[in-house]
């Protein structure tokens, strides 16, 4: 592991003696604020314009996961009653759709957390299971594996069809490749085109 990436376009703070641990082949866009305790696994990515603050716990993003452009991920201290406080804790194969809040949760592998969905304290969403888009899933409550959630307050909808989590897994693999592309586009100085 390494401290991560020296460039001007992203931002690697170390706060408190703690300082981001960010494996190599990890893809950290430009734009990106990556603050304190913060791991990082294998070809994992955080796309442009992400904040990932670790000042008061701990933050881990397993291998291969990806934050999508824009997505905040948080935590909270520990506290009287409360000894462990609330790290956020992201397992591999995990996609965080763009501008989602992940704040003091844990996320099994193979989770998907949709556009725009906050995901707050206390909260675990299970393998193979999917937070839709703009869903807020409030404090405590846990999608159990394969499960589909969606609204405000996040509630059951339906499980999830196999066509579906594949669907999510091709996904992973997807960002995985994409996040070389963006890499070598970077490295050479040339905008990526669309994808």
């Known amino acids: 592991m390494t401290t991560g990436p020296h460039r001007p376009d992203v931002s690697i703070i170390a ?8 494996h190599p082949s990890a893809f950290i866009a430009p734009g990106c604020r990556i603050i304190g305790d913060v791991t990082i696994g ?3 990515s955080v796309w442009y314009n992400c904040v ?3 000042e008061v716990n701990r933050i881990v993003i397993g291998a291969r996961s990806n934050v999508q452009d824009g997505s905040v991920i948080h935590c909270d201290p520990p506290r009287p009653g409360d000894p462990e406080g609330s790290p956020t804790l992201i397992g ?12 003091g949760c844990i996320l099994d ?4 957390v949709g556009l725009g969905a906050i995901v707050m304290d ?4 299970g393998s193979d299971a999917m937070l839709a888009a ?10 159990p594996s394969g499960e589909l959630w969606s609204g405000r307050p996040a509630a059951y909808m339906r499980h999830l069809p196999e066509p579906a989590i594949a669907g999510m897994r091709g996904g992973v693999a997807h960002y995985v490749e994409n996040a070389r592309h963006h890499a ?4 050479a100085g040339i905008a990526p085109s669309e994808s």
Request: proline content about 4%.
């Open 52 to 54: 990932i603050r670790a």
């Open 109 to 112: 592998d193979r989770a998907f």
């Open 122 to 125: 206390k909260c675990r969403i």
């Open 184 to 187: 070598a586009a970077i490295q």
């Open 134 to 143: 703009g869903a807020m899933l409030t404090p405590g409550k846990q999608i």
């Open 15 to 22: 706060i408190h003696g703690k300082s981001p641990q960010i």
């Open 42 to 44: 294998e070809e994992a």
């Open 92 to 103: 591999e194969d995990v996609l965080i759709g763009h501008m989602a809040m992940v704040h």
